[in-house]
Nanobody, 122 residues
Framework: QVQLVESGGGLVQPGGSLRLSCAASGSIRRLDAMGWYRQAPGKQRELVARITTGGTTNYLDSVKGRFTVSMDNAKNTVYLQMNSLKPEDTAVYYC????????????????WGQGTQLTVSS
């Protein structure tokens, strides 16, 4: 089994910065990509940023230039550096792992973390 442990959420003022982390633990043989999604109340979950193990990234248009996704392949950990935060960034942020293959041979196309709350408010 794999566990996704997210950290770094909280309350921040508009214009502030925060970094989210998500570590995948377990007997992981390989994974294809990691990323962050968010879901605000009454809205659908949306992709915020994603990075492949090869380093290819993609971002939600509204966060381009403000958020940066990175990954430590050796630690199976993905980070989301969020700058110039806005109230509309308020949401629960979920970590997602794609193409996860465990040493046991178990494969999962998508695994989700439990979510971490980000609130941007003065």
């Amino acid at each position: 089994q794999v566990q996704l442990v997210e950290s770094g959420g909280g309350l921040v003022q508009p214009g502030g910065s925060l970094r989210l982390s998500c570590a995948a633990s377990g007997s992981i043989r390989r994974l294809d990509a990691m990323g962050w999604y968010r879901q605000a109340p009454g809205k659908q979950r949306e992709l915020v940023a994603r990075i492949t193990t090869g380093g290819t990234t993609n971002y939600l248009d509204s966060v381009k230039g403000r958020f940066t996704v990175s990954m430590d392949n050796a630690k199976n950990t993905v980070y989301l550096q969020m700058n110039s935060l806005k109230p509309e960034d308020t949401a629960v942020y979920y970590c997602k792992v794609e193409g996860l293959l465990l040493d046991s041979g178990v494969y999962s196309s998508a695994s989700w973390g439990q979510g971490t709350q980000l609130t941007v408010s003065s």
